[in-house]
């Protein structure tokens, strides 16, 4: 019984500051009688042999209380680990806060390509990225908000689509399967598409002429490129690349689509005319 009452690190470090309180109270009681008598101050003597009670008193609590202490260390190291495994997705957030903070790949109103989402970026925070998402074919908003999770910026590639915010390379494909020479139409249609980016031909060549400075690279524009060629199953093929507003793209696109199928039904009855006379 007494044994185990012994053993109890409660008792032990109870007994412990007792003796060391009895011990202070004796050093002083003979410091003092001992200057006393020899008429000499020595309270700096038990002031040090206090400080070596306090210290072999804090080493045995220490010694007592080890295996106590050792298991406190290793729930609160448990616990820390579990807190990171529990939030790491919200401080891989944080970092990649301060990731954009740091890099600014972006800013508030550019268009953005993360992974397969386009957008204009509405706002950031610690958390998250929230974008107004963007048709890039159409180049119109979606009436849909994506909130990206800063930590998928870290692993995503990000493309800053600025420059395709007022003026776009802008490209379309029409396909046909009637097969005689269309290239009789390829100037006629070349002019046509001129003729539709002449409005903006000056603004778009300083904007193409910037973009090409700030990007250190020759890019594709001002002038509007029409090619012809053929699939793979070998039906023919229109390409149209146009460097133009973005607003207009589409309507752009739509006005030469119809001329484009004026011109071909136009040319398809003239070859029907002249394999007849043949």
């Known amino acids: 019984m007494i044994k185990d009452i012994l053993s109890h690190p409660f008792l032990i470090s ?147 689509l600025n420059f395709v915010k007022r003026f776009a390379t802008h490209h379309f494909t029409i396909v046909r399967r009637e097969s005689f020479n269309p290239y009789p139409i390829h100037s006629l249609l070349t002019e046509k598409a001129k003729q539709y980016c002449e409005e903006f031909e000056e603004v778009a060549s300083r904007y193409n002429s910037m973009i090409e400075r700030k990007l250190d690279a020759k890019i594709s524009g001002p002038e509007p490129v029409i090619h012809f060629g053929t699939t793979e199953l070998g039906e023919f093929k229109a390409s149209f690349t146009l460097f133009c507003p973005t607003d207009k793209a589409l309507e752009i696109e739509h006005k030469l689509t119809e001329c484009f199928f004026a011109l071909w039904y136009e040319e398809a009855e003239k070859n029907k005319e002249d394999e007849g006379k043949a």
């Open 14 to 160: 109870l007994v412990l500051l007792v003796i060391a309180f009895i011990l202070k109270v004796l050093v002083d009681k003979l410091a003092k009688n001992r200057a006393e008598k020899k008429e000499k101050d020595i309270r700096y003597i038990s002031h040090n042999i206090k400080h070596f009670i306090n210290f072999v008193m804090v080493l045995s609590l220490l010694f007592v209380w080890s295996t106590e202490i050792q298991n406190f260390a290793l729930s609160i190291a448990a616990f820390a680990v579990a807190i990171v495994l529990a939030t790491r997705e919200f401080i891989q957030c944080v970092i990649g806060f301060f990731y954009l903070v740091t890099t600014r790949p972006f800013r508030v109103g550019d268009w953005i390509q993360v992974g397969d989402y386009f957008g204009e970026v509405a706002e950031t925070d610690w958390i998250k990225t929230t974008m107004h998402e963007i048709d890039i074919h159409t180049y119109q908003f979606s009436r849909k908000t994506i909130y990206i999770p800063n930590n998928k910026l870290i692993t995503s590639s990000i493309k800053n």
